[in-house]
């Protein structure tokens, strides 16, 4: 099911920029199939032509997972220069989608977004 779910996910995050909430009565169980649908999107894909690939240039994390949490929110710092100066600045290069579970329950977030909705 994780499999399945994390392969839905992959294509509805290819259309948006964002952390995907679960949410639902499935929440519950989320220990056992959070990790696979993290791990289906961190997957590889094969092409047309054979070659393997990775699904996502984004790195995926289960944000329910504290030490993925951690690496989620560290990222990848790195120094740049600044051009035309003599100025460096930190720069985070890593692209990332975080993966969480509802912890307000869907109805209620739900309902919170079309409240503050114009």
Known sequence: MGEAAGDA????VALVDGIVVIGGW????????LPAIVREMNSNSIGSDG???????????????KNDLQ?????????ISVYGTNKKI????E??????ISKIGTSKAIASVRMRSP
């Open 90 to 93: 930190k720069y985070d290069h």
């Open 9 to 12: 996910v992959s294509n509805a």
């Open 95 to 100: 692209a990332r989608i975080g993966v969480c």
């Open 71 to 79: 690496r989620f929110l560290k990222g990848s710092l790195r120094e």
């Open 51 to 65: 070659k393997s690939f990775r699904r996502f240039v984004k790195n995926v994390y289960n944000l329910e997972d």
């Open 26 to 33: 499935l929440t519950g169980a989320s220990e056992f199939f």
